[in-house]
């Protein structure tokens, strides 16, 4: 039987040369180390394995790949490495002399588009905390440009590449993180949807759904993203966090004072409110409002709770498929 393709667990590779930051961006977004941790890691020669699995939609292997793999070494299986659902995140160090990574960028994605053309190609211009601002965008658009002529002069006008600014010392890794796991998730268009529907009934301005461990975002309205709103939304849910474990503790440590019932009102001095709502497992959504919107909370809370629904909704059909395909590939 072939699998339903939606209940493939995804991978996510990291790849690109050695010390352009693979190893430090997995343990800062996923094992919540400190960025000037990083310093010290030690370079690896092996294929490191990791699960990531936290909410509904961030569920995904995390493969960090050596810098100095070698695809023509008969140990390399490529069919394997390349041959399921996921993304390819190549990473290019922004401070270092990027020509010997745009050689590895163009054979890494020709190499892995030969055996599956449906992976996403994701290309993260990294350590751009050291770059002035004009640099930043110079640099992009070099490396963008030279990326994607090396690509057509060799016949692969079909392959696409995303480009991300990217620094583990700010939220740009974050988000670029989002971008890259929402490209891989079935529901994206439905909770954007409901996301507009949300807003639009609610008079709020910008709802965002964020997996609650990774402060990704799964998902938000369509309408633009400012990095100071993403960020605004990530320090809340670090209060929310804090103010739960310090006096929300239960009688049972093990369980965490984050629950279904998990609900935050935050008011800023210049007239914003932040309103935040657990809707699933360690899923929640946060959103942005005026405070003279504000007013009208029954609605709003009513709204958010129409919204917490449908997503169960989701949820239930995301389960029943799954528990069906197991039955199906069992007979
Ligand atoms: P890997 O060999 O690709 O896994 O690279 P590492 O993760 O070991 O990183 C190499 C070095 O780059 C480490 O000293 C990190 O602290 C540093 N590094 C990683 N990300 C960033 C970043 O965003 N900005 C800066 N300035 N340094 C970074």
């Not at 393709?5 to 690109?16: S, V």
């Not at 160090?93 to 449906?118: C, G, P, R, S």
């Not at 796991?181 to 996301?195: A, G, K, M, S, W």
């Not at 984050?258 to 657990?278: C, H, M, P, Q, W």
């Amino acid at each position: 039987t072939t699998p339903d393709e939606e209940n493939i667990r995804p991978r996510i590779l990291l790849m690109g040369l050695r010390r352009s930051g693979k190893s430090s961006i997995s343990k800062v977004v996923f094992q919540k180390m400190q960025p000037n941790e990083t310093l010290f890691l030690e370079s690896s020669n092996k294929i490191m394995k990791e699960n990531v699995s936290n909410s509904a939609f961030v569920d995904f292997e995390l493969w960090d790949l050596p810098g100095q793999i070698d695809f023509f070494d008969p140990s390399f299986d490529a069919d394997v490495v390349f041959g399921v659902r996921g993304s390819l995140i190549f990473i290019i160090d922004a401070q270092d002399d990027y020509i010997e990574a745009l050689h590895k960028l163009h054979t890494t994605v020709t190499k892995a588009f030969k055996i599956n053309t449906n992976i996403k190609f994701e290309v993260f211009i990294h350590k751009v905390d050291g770059l002035t601002e004009d640099n930043k965008i110079e640099t992009q658009r070099d490396i963008h440009q030279r990326a994607i002529d090396d690509l057509s002069d060799s016949g692969y006008d079909q392959l696409h590449l995303n480009f991300h600014l990217t620094s583990i010392y700010d939220h740009s890794i974050f988000e670029a993180f989002s971008k890259v796991v929402q490209r891989l998730t079935f529901h994206l268009p439905f909770i954007e949807n409901l996301l507009n529907l949300l807003i639009s009934n609610s008079a709020i301005e910008k709802a965002f759904l964020y997996d609650v461990v990774s402060k990704m975002y799964i998902a938000t309205d369509s309408s633009p993203v400012d990095m100071q709103s993403y960020e605004l939304c990530c320090d809340m849910i670090d209060v929310v966090i804090d103010i739960s474990w310090i006096y929300g503790v239960k009688d049972d440590a093990e369980n965490s004072a984050f629950d279904d019932n998990s609900a935050s009102v935050i008011k800023l001095n210049d007239g914003t409110v932040l309103y935040f709502r657990e809707v699933g497992h360690y899923l929640a959504v946060v959103c942005i409002l005026r405070e003279d919107d504000f007013e009208r909370r029954g609605i709003i809370t009513y709204n958010v709770l129409c919204f917490r629904k449908a997503m169960q909704l989701l949820f239930e059909l995301m389960a029943k498929k799954k528990n069906e395909e197991s039955e199906y590939s069992n007979k």
